[in-house]
Structure formats: structure tokens, C-alpha cells
T-cell receptor, first 115, second 112 residues
Framework: GAVVSQHPSRVICKSGTSVKIECRSL??????MFWYRQFPKQSLMLMAT?????????EQGVEKDKFLINHASLTLSTLTVTSAHPEDSSFYICSASFGRYTEAFFGQGTRLTVV | ELKVEQNPLFLSMQEGKNYTIYCNYS?????LYWYRQDPGKSLESLFV?????AVKQEGRLMASLDTKARLSTLHITAAVHDLSATYFC????????????FGPGTSLSVIP
């Protein structure tokens, strides 16, 4: 299957700082990328959907000013957690697909810890 | 709004036994996925089911899809300890962005 690389795999940051997570499709062009958040022992919750060159669509309850998503190219999407707080600590996972009726492929995930 | 349910949420079974995990979803969908997640890891794709009556098998796992009943099953045959993990079904909703909605997951523990 296609490869999606997420970086970093783990990050610890201080409360109030911002953290950027990258999601890259390595061997295909991803027209759509998805960002999920997963709390311990819970399912994946979709945060937002981004299409290359357009604004991301955020799910209800997700603060767009806090979780900035940029999908500047067909191989890269970034999620920036701004002014992070301890409650933002979670496992963030991206996935990417190259179009409708195609499977989305998942990155390795990023474990964010805000101290 | 698309909702996805799984049953059971927790499953403890002995090695060698068979069991089925059920996945129900609330609206029509193009595709259904099954994933495996090990602790601290991301998702591993197991099956992609694209049509009514689809059945796929890989090793001790077999998945099926009934789009009329909006039901998918993941059947485990002669379980082994290595199958211990959390299993998620996910459904592709009929939206312009094809967002994938996940079920709550089934935590499977296979006991020797």
C-alpha cells in the first residue's frame, strides 16, 4: 500500500507553546488528508479534513484557531497546535487519500505531551 | 449524521476459539474498513469492503459486508495470542470529502 509518513512520532512541549506536526504522502499525491485525535483507550475522532489548496473543513467542536491545518501541496499537510495546554495531550494521526473511492492510508501517529 | 457502532467493546477469548465482532452503521456508505491497532501504535489496514456481499479473508480473520443491513462482521477463527489488539471498523460517509468515521473499537484479548 501507499506510504504516509508523520513527523515527529513523539513531542513534549511546554504549556503555551505551539507544535507543528507534519504528514507526508511519500509515493502518491494526496488530494485529501484527514487529521484525527485519539485519547487513551478511545476511538479516533476526526478533527478536520483538508484538500490541497483549499481551507480545511473542521468537525463540530474543533477550534480552527487552535488547530491550524495547512495543505499546501499534494504531498504535505501540517497540523499546528497553537498555545498548547495539557488537555491537548493526545495521539494525533493523519491519513491521506488520492481521491474519492480510494482508501486512506494512515501515518504512524504523533504522541503529543504538553507539560 | 453517520454513526458507527461495534459489539462487543471488550472481548476476552481463549486460544483456539472462534468469535465474531459486529459493526453496525447508520446511513448508506460506499466503503467499510477494518483496522487493527496495537498499543501505542497507529492503524494497520486489514480489509476494505466495497460492495454488498463482499467477503475477504486473511489468515485467521474474515470480514464480510451486508450493505442492506448496514452490518459488517469480523470473524476470528482459532484465535491465537498474537491477535490480541484493538479492532476498529470505519465507514466512509457519503459526503463531498469522504470522511471516514470510526467505530468505538473492540479490545480483544486472547488468553493462552
Amino acid at each position: 500500500g501507499a506510504v504516509v509518513s508523520q513527523h515527529p512520532s513523539r513531542v513534549i512541549c511546554k504549556s503555551g507553546t505551539s507544535v507543528k506536526i507534519e504528514c507526508r504522502s511519500l509515493d502518491f499525491q494526496a488530494t485529501t488528508m484527514f487529521w484525527y485525535r485519539q485519547f487513551p483507550k478511545q476511538s479516533l475522532m476526526l478533527m478536520a479534513t483538508s484538500n490541497e489548496g483549499s481551507k480545511a473543513t473542521y468537525e463540530q467542536g474543533v477550534e480552527k484557531d487552535k488547530f491550524l491545518i495547512n495543505h499546501a501541496s499534494l504531498t504535505l499537510s501540517t497540523l499546528t497546535v497553537t498555545s498548547a495546554h495539557p488537555e491537548d495531550s493526545s495521539f494525533y494521526i493523519c491519513s491521506a487519500s488520492f481521491g474519492r473511492y480510494t482508501e486512506a492510508f494512515f501515518g504512524q501517529g504523533t504522541r503529543l505531551t504538553v507539560v | 449524521e453517520l454513526k458507527v457502532e461495534q459489539n462487543p467493546l471488550f472481548l476476552s477469548m481463549q486460544e483456539g476459539k472462534n468469535y465474531t465482532i459486529y459493526c453496525n452503521y447508520s446511513t448508506t456508505s460506499d466503503r467499510l474498513y477494518w483496522y487493527r491497532q496495537d498499543p501505542g501504535k497507529s492503524l494497520e489496514s486489514l480489509f476494505v469492503l466495497l460492495s454488498n456481499g463482499a467477503v475477504k479473508q486473511e489468515g485467521r480473520l474474515m470480514a464480510s459486508l451486508d450493505t442492506k443491513a448496514r452490518l459488517s462482521t469480523l470473524h476470528i477463527t482459532a484465535a491465537v495470542h498474537d491477535l490480541s489488539a484493538t479492532y476498529f471498523c470505519a465507514v466512509d460517509g457519503e459526503t463531498s470529502y469522504d470522511k471516514v468515521i470510526f467505530g468505538p473499537g473492540t479490545s480483544l484479548s486472547v488468553i493462552p
